[in-house]
């Protein structure tokens, strides 16, 4: 089964600086999507971005961009000029674009938790 | 668009009850996933309907069952509840196609507690 693992449980930044959230997947497929999810206090799970496996280019979308590193198998998130909004649980996830048993479904790291600093 | 519903948002249930969760899609969507969230263990996918069929299944006891209507409304039932079930349990809708950047939509869980 595919595997996703976000080794940093906690992180914090400041008000207006920049912060790299980690995220690395194991798996055997070449196509697959990549996502990232935010859970902010009130515990909905929000889309971030997402990445498709077969674009090398790296998804961005307003301040979040990705890097996308498909051979090391790395997929981090970055926030630029972060604000005090962004403090939730970051999530990292995958999900196979084949088909099998594993399509459809979401495999979720365990998430890392960002605080803001004013 | 509204987004996804999800009904009721708390629940409160003792030991070998049973219960039974609801979910509205966003208008359109057709695949419905469920995913249960405790501290312990994560995010858990529990399993997916599109078209009224399950299509996909996680590990969980058949205690978690689910179903999906005509207008792809989901419920979702645990029967002979533990005090294990409880978590957050949160719904997400997705147009379905096997393809190119399938994305899910989150509603805004039920939180569950088993006594």
């Known amino acids: 089964a595919q595997t996703v693992t976000q080794s940093q449980p906690e992180m914090s930044v400041q008000e207006a600086e920049t912060v790299t959230l980690s995220c690395t997947y194991d798996t055997s497929e070449s196509d697959y999507y990549l996502f990232w999810y935010k859970q902010p206090p009130s515990r909905q799970m929000i889309l971030v971005i997402r990445?498709?496996?077969?674009?090398?280019q790296n998804a961005t979308e307003n301040r979040f961009s990705v890097n996308f590193q498909k051979a090391a198998k790395s997929f981090s998130l970055k926030i630029s000029d972060s604000q005090l909004g962004d403090a939730a649980m970051y999530f990292c996830a995958y999900r196979s674009g084949g088909r099998g048993s594993t399509l459809g479904r979401l495999y979720f790291g365990r998430g890392t938790q960002l605080t803001v600093w004013p | 668009k509204a987004g996804v519903t999800q009904t009721p948002r708390y629940l409160i249930k003792t030991r070998g009850q049973q219960v039974t969760l609801s979910c509205s899609p966003i208008?359109?969507?057709?695949?419905v996933s469920w995913y249960q969230q405790t501290p312990g263990q994560g995010l858990q996918f529990l399993f997916e309907?599109?078209?009224?069929?399950?299509?996909n299944k996680g590990n969980f006891p058949g205690r978690f069952s689910g179903r999906q209507f005509s207008n792809s409304r989901s419920e979702m039932n645990v029967s002979t509840l533990e005090l294990g079930d409880s978590a957050l349990y949160l719904c997400?809708?997705?147009?379905?196609?096997?393809?190119?950047?399938?994305?899910?939509?989150f509603g805004p869980g039920t939180r569950l507690l088993v006594l």
């Open positions: 990445q498709e496996a077969y674009k090398q």
């Open positions: 208008s359109g969507h057709r695949s």
């Open positions: 309907y599109f078209s009224e069929t399950q299509r």
């Open positions: 997400a809708s997705s147009l379905g196609d096997r393809g190119l950047g399938e994305t899910q939509y």
